[in-house]
């Protein structure tokens, strides 16, 4: 059944590391079965229970996966092989186009910004027993989520969106409880899901957002939770509309025990304004983060949410980490209220660089999706093959397989650093690497 990897082992501990270094080694492939709980039990000499221990702490993890009389296996992508791990090395004279950075001559300068908030600490340290949030960045975050239509009562901070997401869904939920999440979708969330223990849930989208009936059939078969990209959806560059926004609120009016999670990390960077689906739940949150805007190394962000969600998250926090730096916090309030950057020039300078791109494509018979943000998704029919075809163009592009589920193919573009000189040449090249795909929905 495993080839020649033996699990080895007395405690439950070492036996699901044996099984991790397995497949950290690629000697249990995804899909990989693992022996029954008897079987594997008699083998090692050990209780059955403790086997079952092993394999519940594995499933915990995002590492293996039980479909009850079929088994366990390893997952088809274990949380040991993050997403961002799939993707090409871009060689010399390869332009990396992969990366979904931002555009560092977008990024503001941070040294007024730290050197106002070091001023600050140095008139008033903050010591042990401070509030988590600064009152700094409180107000300037209130301040954006009510010109927004966000409710702003309670709100915190940590460190980064990402950050955010597992704290609310740990907060929340519990191991083996299911997840709706965009197909295509961010790989940092799908690599977090399952190893939280919980189980992912393909909603389908197209450039407004997650289609209501598929999130309706989710949310019916029991998923406990929803998480929806406001703006600048990666990969596709999606925003949810004000019609769609509609429709997804009616669909959680009716399921007001889901746990909605909006990622709002595309604010400071595009035109187009939010539709928050926020309040309709009993559970909520909307995140706002840093990264885009001001560099993702300031690892930031806010978010608005219900007194429950905000106080456990609060409260795990200072368990572990205990708060976010002020320092980090003060500056990005200072950069907020000195408009350290004009988001309508930032959204002009990527919705240029993206618009000329999908129309180049289109006008060379290539659909491809990019209403907003920073990336351009296009559909392929073979996505190992185009991505080989455009390494030897000359360009090194995101494969699809990072953030797809049910999805079918595709590669990510990133617009951040490309040029008008850019445009058709690499429109050109996708076009030899792909066939104009026939359907339009990611669906």
Do not use: C
Not at 253 to 260: E, V
Not at 384 to 392: E, F, I, K
């Amino acid at each position: 059944m495993l080839g020649e990897y033996r699990i080895e082992g007395r405690g439950a501990s070492d036996i699901a590391a044996s099984v991790e270094q397995g497949v950290a080694a690629g000697e249990l492939p995804p899909g990989a079965p693992l022996p029954p709980l008897r079987e594997l039990a008699a083998r090692l000499g050990v209780n059955p229970n403790t086997v079952a221990a092993a394999y519940r702490v594995l499933r915990e993890r995002g590492v293996i996966e039980t479909a009850g009389r079929r088994g366990s296996r390893v997952r088809a992508r274990p949380a040991s092989a993050p997403r961002e791990a799939i993707g090409v090395q871009a060689p010399p004279g390869v332009r990396d186009i992969a990366q979904g950075n931002p555009d560092p001559a977008l990024l503001p300068a941070l040294g007024p910004a730290l050197a106002a908030a070091a001023a600050r600490a140095d008139r008033a340290p903050v010591l042990y027993g401070a509030p988590p949030l600064s009152e700094g960045l409180a107000r300037a975050a209130r301040a954006g989520f009510g010109r927004d239509g966000v409710p702003a009562d309670r709100i915190t901070v940590t460190s980064g969106a990402l950050d955010a997401i597992e704290r609310i869904l740990a907060a929340h939920l519990r191991p083996g409880d299911a997840v709706a999440v965009e197909d295509p979708g961010w790989a940092g969330l799908l690599d977090l899901v399952p190893a939280l223990g919980l189980r992912t849930v393909p909603v389908p989208l197209d450039d407004d957002g997650p289609l209501p009936d598929p999130t309706a059939r989710a949310l019916e078969r029991g998923a406990r939770a929803l998480v929806v990209t406001a703006r600048a959806q990666n990969p596709t560059g999606a925003a949810v509309s004000a019609a769609r926004a509609a429709a997804l609120r009616a669909l959680l009016a009716a399921h007001p025990g889901t746990l909605l999670i909006e990622d709002d990390h595309g604010d400071g960077i595009v035109d187009q304004p939010p539709h928050p689906l926020s309040g309709v739940t009993r559970h909520w949150a909307l995140i706002r983060s840093t990264a885009k805007a001001y560099g993702p190394d300031l690892r930031l962000a806010v978010f608005a949410g219900d007194p429950v969600t905000v106080d456990r998250v609060e409260g795990r926090q200072r368990l572990g980490p205990g708060w976010v730096s002020h320092l980090i916090q003060d500056a990005v309030a200072w950069l907020w209220q000195a408009d350290a950057v004009d988001p309508a020039r930032v959204a002009r300078a990527y919705g240029e660089r993206r618009t000329a791109l999908v129309e180049a494509l289109a006008a060379r018979g290539v659909t491809a999706h990019g209403r907003s943000g920073m990336n351009v998704w296009v559909p392929v029919p073979d996505e190992t093959g185009a991505v080989a075809r455009l390494l030897h163009a000359g360009w090194a592009v995101a494969p699809g397989s990072r953030f797809r589920l049910a999805t079918p193919p595709g590669v990510r573009l990133t617009v951040s650093t490309l040029d008008g000189t850019d445009i058709a040449p690499l429109a050109d090249a996708v076009a030899s690497a792909v066939r104009p795909p026939a359907a339009r929905r990611y669906d």
